[in-house]
């Protein structure tokens, strides 16, 4: 009995120890089968078993309840083993998942990344826009479409010419967009260019047929209407040349606006206008000489070249202008460098020797109750012809060359007219004040403009008289 109690007390202790530690069967660990140190115990006496005695029912029934805790802790060490397997297994998965997913991502980005690579090397540089020539553009312009666009323009806003202008440099605008500033760039040709080339500037690429639709058209617009016209595209051009005058020496240079139209445009519809209509630039007169607006040396080869497409018209208005508006710059009250002079010669120069010159300036010696040389202007020429030796410069042979024509102009009229005897009563003056300055050539120019004012008109010997 007692070596009974001893094996049951051993085995109720074993599995005690396994329930105790089974919440440890699904981790890691090393599994390890300690050897038994003490001797089985020895197998009972027969006689303990004997089934006549009255506690052989007890004795069954521990038994049973003792196989049947071997028999569960044999089925949960079996689970134990299966579930430790399964959960390895598992485990080993998820590892070679999570490699493989990382191993994947790896790929992807040096899949990305050489991608990049890959479209940055195939990546092309901006396509720029073909460069269209001022030549190119003007040829595309239709005559047929131009002339169909200013009748619909023209039915559309009946009496209102001045939309009608604005229309009409739209047109224009649309055609010459794609000319870039650099294919055009006017302030280096309205500086570099002499007056002989500035002139054609840049009418000199629009189709014949284009230009006389458009002059054709322009000659039934009012003289007003061409006025504010002819400012507003002034206005243009100065605005443009002072976006230009914007970007000083030594700064960040930012990108340039584009105008509201193309400059290529604007020169073409204001050169039609001046050279249909001159008498235009006559009337604006006044305000080009009086308003510091269009005044200065930087505007300078602007107005030139407005003064230019007018004298292609009428070589007449092209003479009052340069007499009334650019003379006075020669004179001494206002400084003039010498390639401001030059560019002033070159243009009396061409107006004078054009075809037939001298008869349409003499007798067109007086436009509109003005005359194209006042005594005035002749007075300021005398003396920029004539000066002292000590004032002579390079350019004074050049007025010695171009003096004569323009004196005779100055004293063209018909004789006994009220109007020539104010000329000549005004050119006293100037004669009697210019030959008492003591310089040798002028006083001898001064007399001979003195004695024909006499013959031209009694009265002056008058007027000489009370003035001694």
């Not at 009974?4 to 105790?20: H, K, P």
């Amino acid at each position: 009995m007692d070596e009974n109690s001893v094996t049951i007390e051993q085995i109720l202790r074993e599995d005690e120890n396994e329930n105790g530690n089974k919440d440890d069967v699904n981790g890691w660990q090393t599994v390890s089968y300690s050897k038994r140190s003490r001797k089985p115990s020895k197998p009972p006496h027969p006689e303990s078993f004997s089934v006549g005695r009255p506690n052989d029912g007890v004795s069954s029934d521990i038994f049973r309840s003792i196989e049947k805790h071997s028999e569960d802790r044999r089925r949960r060490a079996a689970e134990a083993a299966s579930a430790a397997e399964v959960a390895a297994v598992s485990s080993s998965h998820v590892a070679t998942g999570s490699k493989s997913d990382e191993e994947d991502d790896s790929d992807t980005a040096d899949a990305a990344e050489n991608g990049a690579v890959e479209i940055k090397k195939v990546k092309q540089k901006k396509r720029k826009n073909p460069k269209v020539t001022v030549a190119e553009a003007a040829l595309k312009i239709d005559a047929g479409d131009l002339s169909a666009f200013l009748i619909d323009i023209t039915s559309s806003y009946e009496t209102q010419q001045e939309i009608q202008l604005m229309r009409f440099a739209d047109y224009f605008g649309r055609a010459f967009a794609s000319v870039s500033a650099a294919q055009f760039p006017w302030l280096k040709i309205f500086k570099e260019f002499t007056v002989s080339k500035l002139v054609d500037v840049p009418l000199s690429n629009v189709p014949e047929d284009v230009y006389r639709t458009s002059v054709d058209w322009l000659n039934r617009r009012s003289l007003d209407a061409l006025v504010s016209f002819v400012l507003w595209s002034l206005d243009c051009i100065l605005a443009d040349l002072t976006s230009h005058q914007g970007v000083t020496k030594g700064s960040k240079k930012v990108a340039q606006q584009a105008p509201s139209k193309s400059l290529v445009a604007i020169f073409v519809v204001l050169a039609t206008v001046l050279r249909r209509k001159p008498d235009v630039l006559i009337s604006l007169a006044p305000t080009i000489r009086e308003n510091p607006k269009y005044q200065g040396q930087d505007k300078l080869p602007i107005t030139v070249w407005m003064i230019l497409q007018a004298t292609q018209g009428d070589l007449a208005v092209g003479l009052y202008m340069w007499v009334h508006v650019l003379l006075p710059m020669l004179s001494g009250k206002s400084s003039c460098n010498p390639q401001s002079r030059d560019l002033i010669l070159q243009l009396v120069e061409r107006i004078i020797s054009s075809p037939k010159a001298r008869p349409i300036l003499v007798n067109g010696a007086v436009r509109k109750g003005d005359r194209l040389v006042p005594p005035s202007a002749l007075d300021i020429l005398m003396r920029i012809t004539f000066p002292v030796p000590s004032a002579r410069v390079k350019a004074t042979e050049r007025f010695e060359a171009i003096y004569p024509i323009l004196k005779e102009v100055a004293l063209a009229g018909s004789p006994g007219s009220k109007a020539m005897k104010q000329v000549t009563q005004q050119m006293l003056s100037y004669a009697v004040r210019a030959a008492g300055e003591g310089v040798r050539q002028l006083s001898n120019e001064a007399s001979d403009i003195f004695i024909w004012c006499l013959t031209q008109n009694p009265e002056c010997y008058k007027q000489w008289v009370r003035n001694i």
